[in-house]
């Protein structure tokens, strides 16, 4: 004997209901407030070596990171500002050594954007575990 479509449907939309991932901010212990973190940002220039400013981004990608978990979203975007700033004195040096290398630095920047903007924590730990291999290929390829 088959069962009805309609109550397949039903028993198929009942099943799946379940599946999402909400994310409040009691999960995250939202009844303490964030802490402010005064920051600082890194002294660089033009005559900075390329793998010390892959540092400074991955420090940063790091705090990013750290922030977004802890729920400071008020740290995290201070912390991207000195990522930013840190991408784009990068940015034209890879650019120079590869297309691929250049959007892959874009990726990393966009994966702390979307972290920040969108409440994604995810997303800045994708950051921090993509960055090492973008200063690696970079260093292989004498990016100076």
Do not use: Y
């Amino acid at each position: 004997m088959r069962a009805p479509r309609g109550a397949l449907c039903l028993l198929l939309a009942a099943g799946t209901a379940g599946c999402a991932t909400t994310v409040t901010d009691s999960a995250r212990g939202g009844d303490t407030p964030p802490t402010t973190v005064p920051i600082t940002a890194p002294s660089f220039d033009d005559a900075t070596p390329t793998a010390e400013l892959f540092e400074l981004l991955a420090e940063a990608a790091g705090r990013v990171a750290t922030a977004m978990a802890d729920g400071d979203r008020d740290a995290a975007r201070a912390h991207l500002a000195v990522l930013e700033a840190v991408g784009q004195a990068l940015a034209p040096r890879v650019a120079a050594a590869s297309d691929q290398l250049a959007a892959d630095l874009a990726r990393v920047l966009d994966l702390a954007r979307s972290a920040v903007e969108r409440n994604r924590p995810a997303d800045a730990d994708k950051a921090v575990r993509f960055l090492p291999l973008v200063a690696a290929s970079a260093a292989g390829l004498g990016v100076d």
